[in-house]
């Protein structure tokens, strides 16, 4: 299956297009990439995701692109008008998927429709926030503290990014934080209607290059949002590009309570503002200490919802590894059974760095439950509670070591039972098979293999 990706605009939301770079670089899909990048904005945005995803990433002229030589077509953004409106009436329906910035249908004839978050108004609409990991947490934790260290007494870092996100005037931010003078604002437009020069904690950046942007991202404790009532589109029916920004390099949100009744979001912090709304102004009092355990929880079950929505049109149409050399993926390849994407490990502790090098070939996300071992790879995860794997909502394969008993396996073997997937589990040790399928209490096979068993859960 040939696929492509259409981004046709030449200014403005390249920032759409991380999210499915890293879904591409963790998965192994061929997606040809139609985007500018001669043009100064697009060649900035291409360098960066080029040296965050360190992958090679051709991205060829729109302007040659051809309908006909693909079989699924990714449109980027609904209302990008380069792509024309005689390819949506003859192929949209058959094999275009877009991805909506707006709960409003801005476009027809589209075979699926995707938006950039869950909308209200079209409640059945699949949606995937488009963040990923712009940097993990144990970079996150070092950046800080290294601002920390050189200078102690530094102010905290808040964020604006995008127009709509400029604040109104300097009253709305002495009204909303109370310790104003301990904090430091970085706002980030094409243009600005306000001028800030007067205040030496606000810095204003005009036409911001793209590595210096995601450079301030990085080091801020904080990315704040604003209702604007000039934004054409409210916010139940768009998104400001700064949330899904905001989760992918490890910044608490801080957004108006009336935004967080259409994400319920869990790590972000909410404000009532006098400027738009009659319940009383929120005064805020911020800290260096962000609730970085939070935020990446969250973080990580946007991505991983994102994962899924993404292979149920496009993994899912591809074949499994054929050629894979593990014998557990050899044998479900016999029994044309799909194969998990992420595969969680039990206790296994002898030659960690050999299993994990072989595992991120066949596996999009590796677990390592008591393993004992801290990891800075996204992707892989290191843990020891077992009921975190409650959280994974999609299949698993679970590669249990047990050095112990059968009551390990047991204990185990009962939370995989209460999850609705279809989960293969690996025992790499001798059991009672018979005891550890009563407890499964599911339709399953099994085989033997060199002293370990692997149990499939039917169709």
């Known amino acids: 299956m040939k696929i492509a990706l259409y981004h046709g605009f030449t200014d403005i939301h390249f920032e759409m297009l991380g999210y499915f770079l890293e879904y591409i670089k963790y998965t192994k899909i061929n997606i040809n990439i139609y985007a500018f990048s001669e043009n100064d904005h697009g060649k900035q945005w291409k360098e960066y995701y080029v040296n965050l995803f360190d992958i090679n990433i051709k991205w060829t002229d729109p302007t040659i692109f051809n309908p006909y030589n693909y079989d699924l077509i990714i449109l980027l953004t609904d209302d990008d008008k380069t792509f024309k409106d005689d390819w949506l009436e003859e192929f949209g329906q058959k094999k275009v998927i877009c991805i909506d910035h707006c709960g409003l249908i801005r476009r027809n004839n589209m075979m699926l429709r995707i938006g950039t978050r869950f909308f209200n108004r079209r409640p059945n609409t699949l949606w995937a926030l488009p963040c990923y990991y712009g940097i993990n947490k144990f970079n996150k934790i070092k950046i800080l503290e290294e601002n920390t260290k050189i200078q102690p007494l530094s102010k905290i870092k808040i964020l604006c990014i995008g127009i709509q996100n400029r604040p109104p005037c300097i009253e709305f931010l002495t009204d909303l934080f109370e310790n104003f003078d301990d904090l430091e604002f970085h706002i980030i437009a094409r243009f600005f209607n306000v001028n800030y020069d007067s205040y030496k904690n606000i810095f204003t950046y005009q036409l911001c290059p793209t590595n210096i942007m995601f450079d301030l991202v990085k080091k801020s404790n904080y990315i704040l949002c604003l209702d604007n009532p000039l934004n054409d589109f409210p916010i139940a029916n768009s998104i400001s590009g700064a949330i899904p920004i905001s989760f992918s390099y490890g910044c608490q949100l801080i957004i108006p309570s009336t ?201």
């Open 259 to 459: 935004w967080n009744k259409f994400y319920n979001f869990k790590s972000a912090i909410v404000y009532n503002d006098n400027y738009l709304q009659k319940n009383g102004q929120t005064k805020l009092n911020l800290s260096n200490n962000i609730d970085l355990d939070k935020i990446y929880s969250e973080l990580y079950e946007l991505v991983a919802h994102r994962n899924v929505v993404f292979d149920n049109f496009l993994k899912n149409k591809l074949e499994n590894n054929k050629n894979s050399l593990n014998w557990q993926i050899q044998i479900l390849n016999m029994i044309e059974f799909p194969i998990p994407n992420i595969i969680i490990n039990y206790n296994l502790k002898e030659n960690i760095n050999e299993i994990i090098h072989n595992f991120k070939l066949e596996f999009r996300e590796i677990h390592l439950i008591n393993c004992n071992i801290e990891i800075n790879e996204n992707y892989i995860y290191s843990y020891n509670q077992i009921n975190n794997i409650l959280k994974i909502n999609e299949s698993i394969m679970l590669n249990i070591n047990n050095e112990y008993s059968d009551l390990v396996y047991e204990e185990i073997i009962k939370i995989i039972s209460i999850r609705n997937y279809k989960d293969v589990i690996i025992i790499n040790n001798s059991c009672d098979i018979n005891k550890i399928l009563s407890i499964y209490n599911r339709h399953s096979i099994y085989y033997n293999y060199e002293n370990k068993i692997i149990i499939i859960p039917q169709r």
